[in-house]
């Protein structure tokens, strides 16, 4: 990237510091890329704003070097707990034998998470410039040329090689490619809030309680707090909130829904009132743009997903892109970003819309007394791996493959879906795991034709766990998604591998 007529610079524009945009550029870095993030914003904010940080999310940030932190800094979530307004629990939804090595959410302010990702994005060479705004943007054949403003007022151009959108909900980048958020927005007004409370409510897990009107949601914040979510707020209230002193109006809401004995709000670090809305853009990229996270869809917050699909989008994107730049991709493997991820947050969507739905019900349940008949076990459970976004798929993609000869379908993992161990696997690059009789085979040929772009190493853990049920190799992509399945992987099914690799990569020597 170059200011126009100026010196040379990154060839990734990244437009918003929060999480999906740092997340894209912890990762660019991580494959070698250095990107260029700017955000308007002069300082970085203190609200918490989303928390949750799903299981699925906690291998992705293991990978990228930010687990530790993560989990350090933050509050692990077992449970979703609904009580009525007596604080009696109704029902209660845990995580264990979810299929995951950590079987909780992480809570933790939205500003705490973008701090570790900007000490992580420092540590690999990369900064944040701030004061900058993005006044518009505007793509070419070869080139994004995008005016930008400083501080001062100061504007200039810069141009870049590719420009990524995650600067949130109003996204220039979006309405330069002219796309919407269509969908819908969910009925009433919300109010979130950092608040400490006196309760009796156990730090463990979400707790939804339905009120005579309207409901309350708590969940754990590090530090003793907790965010809160008050529903169904009435007119004069929205106006109170609007008017502040931000703590007075909070306490009056929640006191107004549940008795002081019951739980008291004791202090106000963060108050705003928001509508949950339920919104998607038909497509996630052209030919050099890209939107990540709220620019390209919005969800649910009782879904706690919405943070967590922006950083997914980074992680789908940010490998791709980085061999495009180098010079190791074939045309289809950067636009494959937009057909896979318009996918799976269409199904994050959906699965937010549910948990909303469900919320809602739990809520009118805990307020009337009824009691309706629990979902079946596997239904609870299925639910809750797609809330933990560990279900996520890409099975129709260009960049999956398999080869058998014959027999029955293999139980398990398919190509598409999450390796199960990716957590456990390190580096940047494509991961060929063999199984069985296949870890004799000659592999010379493959790891020099791949090299640098392919580690091949014996399997991890029993062949199931790789969709396999005995000799085989299994191939998985830099983001932790099976690519390619051979089975067995004698010299007909690594033929196979080798071409399906030829398809969507350039292998080392041209």
């Not at 463990?204 to 914040?221: Q, R, T």
């Not at 180098?326 to 948990?355: K, M, T």
Request: negative net charge; glycine residues 12%; proline residues 6%.
């Amino acid at each position: 990237m170059k200011d126009v007529g100026g010196s040379a610079g990154a060839d990734v524009l990244v437009v918003g510091a929060g999480p999906s945009g740092l997340f894209a550029a912890v990762e660019l870095a991580r494959h070698g890329v250095r990107a260029r993030v700017v955000e308007r914003a002069r300082q970085p904010h203190r609200q918490t704003r989303a928390t949750a940080l799903q299981p699925a999310t906690l291998e992705i940030l293991k990978s990228a070097g930010l687990l530790d932190q993560v989990l350090a800094a933050s509050v692990h979530v077992k449970f979703a707990r609904v009580f009525d307004a007596s604080l009696d629990c109704v029902s209660e939804a845990g995580l264990a034998g979810i299929g995951c090595q950590w079987e909780f959410q992480c809570s933790l302010p939205q500003w705490r998470t973008e701090q570790i990702l900007t000490d992580r994005l420092t540590e690999l060479g990369g900064t944040v410039d701030r004061g900058v705004t993005v006044t518009s943007v505007t793509e070419h054949d070869d080139r994004v040329l995008v005016d930008l403003e400083d501080a001062g007022g100061t504007g200039r151009t810069t141009e870049a090689a590719w420009v990524i959108g995650a600067g949130g909900a109003h996204s220039m980048t979006r309405g330069s490619m002219d796309e919407t958020l269509a969908g819908a927005t969910y009925p009433g007004t919300a109010l979130a809030a950092d608040v400490q409370v006196s309760c009796a409510l156990p730090r463990d897990g979400s707790a939804l309680i339905g009120c005579p009107v309207g409901y309350v949601f708590l969940a754990p914040l590090p530090g003793g707090r907790w965010l809160t979510f008050v529903g169904d707020l009435t007119d004069s209230e929205v106006a109170a909130v609007q008017a502040g002193p931000a703590d007075d109006p909070v306490a009056v809401v929640v006191g107004r829904r549940l008795p002081a004995d019951l739980i008291r709000v004791d202090d106000v670090g963060w108050a705003g009132l928001f509508r949950m809305q339920r919104r998607m853009v038909p497509r996630l990229a052209d030919r050099r743009r890209f939107l990540l996270g709220d620019a390209g869809h919005l969800s649910s917050p009782f879904g706690g997903e919405g943070l967590n699909s922006g950083l997914h989008d980074a992680s789908n994107l940010a490998w791709k892109l980085a061999l495009e730049i180098g010079g190791q991709a074939r045309p289809g493997l950067v636009q494959s970003f937009a057909a896979e991820r318009l996918v799976a947050d269409q199904h994050v969507l959906q699965v937010s819309d549910r948990v909303h739905e469900l919320a809602a019900q739990a809520v009118e349940s805990a307020r009337t007394g009824s009691r309706p008949a629990p979902p079946p076990a596997a239904a609870a459970a299925a639910l809750m791996r797609a809330r933990c976004m560990l279900d996520v798929s890409y099975p129709d993609s260009p960049l999956t493959g398999e080869w058998r000869a014959g027999g029955t379908p293999i139980p398990g993992p398919a190509p598409g879906d999450r390796y199960p161990g990716r957590a456990g696997l390190a580096g940047t690059a494509h991961t060929l795991l063999l199984y069985g009789a296949a870890r004799d085979a000659d592999v010379s040929q493959l790891r020099q034709r791949w090299r640098g772009l392919l580690d091949i190493q014996p399997g991890l853990g029993p062949p199931r766990q790789a969709g396999l049920d005995g000799d085989g190799a299994v191939l998985v992509r830099p983001d932790g998604y099976l690519g390619f399945r051979a089975a067995p992987a004698g010299r007909a099914g690594l033929s196979a591998l080798d071409a399906h690799l030829a398809s969507y990569l350039v292998p080392a020597g041209g």
